[in-house]
T-cell receptor, first 111, second 117 residues
C-alpha cells in the first residue's frame, strides 16, 4: 500500500556537524512534502516544505532535497545544535489536504 | 507563523466519563481542521477531518460515535471522547489548514494528553 517511511529510527550527531535525515515515499502522486519537528510532549512544528515539482528548497540552516526518480526525500540541518534534538517526521500531502506521516526519526545531538 | 491552540493541554479522567478537547486557530480562519492521535514513540495517526459547517470525515477504523467532532465556527473545532476508557489514553493533536497564496500547509496545535484511569 501507499506509505511514507524513514530509513533511520535514531540519528546521533555531534554538535556543530551537519545532520541528514532521510525519508522514502511510495506514492508518486503526492502534491508536496513537509518536514515537521516534534519535541517531547509537544505538537509537530512545521520546518520546511517542498512542492513535487521542485528538487531543492532551502530555509534557515535547513535544506530539503527531493528525488522523485527514487522517491526519496531528505532534510539537511547545518551546524546541528542541541536545540535541534527532537523527532523529525516527513509528511506526504495529497490533494492539498490529507497528510500522511512517516514513522519518525529521533535526532540526538551530542554536545 | 500561524498559531493553533488546544485546550486543555492535559486531562485525567475516570473511565466512563466524556472529555472535550478544543482546537482553535488564533489568527486565521480555518475551514478545515484535522484531528490526530499519537501513542508513545509512534507517528501521528489521522483520526478525522473536520469541516466547518458540515459533518466530519472519519478515517477507517475510527468510531464516529466514540469521537464526536464539532466544527461550529471557522476558528474552533472540538473533539469529544465519549465514555472514555483506558485504551483511549493518548496524545491528541489538532491541525488547521491554511492557504498562503497558492500554497497550503498545516499548522499543529500543542496537543492534549489524555489519561483515562
Amino acid at each position: 500500500g501507499e506509505s511514507v517511511g524513514l530509513h533511520l529510527p535514531t540519528l546521533s550527531v555531534q554538535e556543530g556537524d551537519n545532520s541528514i535525515i532521510n525519508c522514502a515515499y511510495s506514492n508518486s502522486a503526492s502534491d508536496y512534502f513537509i518536514w515537521y519537528k516534534q519535541e517531547s510532549g509537544k505538537g509537530p512544528q512545521f520546518i520546511i516544505d517542498i512542492r513535487s515539482n521542485m528538487d531543492k528548497r532551502q530555509g534557515q540552516r535547513v535544506t530539503v532535497l527531493l528525488n522523485k526518480t527514487v522517491k526519496h526525500l531528505s532534510l539537511q540541518i547545518a551546524a546541528t545544535q542541541p536545540g535541534d534534538s527532537a523527532v523529525y517526521f516527513c509528511a506526504e500531502i495529497r490533494g492539498y489536504q490529507k497528510v500522511t506521516f512517516g514513522t519518525g526519526t529521533k535526532l540526538q545531538v551530542i554536545p | 507563523g500561524a498559531v493553533v491552540s488546544q485546550h486543555p493541554s492535559w486531562v485525567i479522567c475516570k473511565s466512563g466519563t466524556s472529555v472535550k478537547i478544543e482546537c482553535r486557530s488564533l489568527d486565521f480562519q480555518a475551514t478545515t481542521m484535522f484531528w490526530y492521535r499519537q501513542f508513545p514513540k509512534q507517528s501521528l495517526m489521522l483520526m478525522a477531518t473536520s469541516n466547518e459547517g458540515s459533518k466530519a470525515t472519519y478515517e477507517q477504523g475510527v468510531e464516529k460515535d466514540k469521537f464526536l467532532i464539532n466544527h461550529a465556527s471557522l476558528t474552533l473545532s472540538t473533539l469529544t471522547v465519549t465514555s472514555a476508557h483506558p485504551e483511549d489514553s493518548s496524545f491528541y493533536i489538532c491541525s488547521a489548514r491554511i492557504r498562503q497564496g497558492v500554497q497550503e500547509t498545516q499548522y499543529f496545535g500543542p496537543g492534549t494528553r489524555l489519561l483515562v484511569l
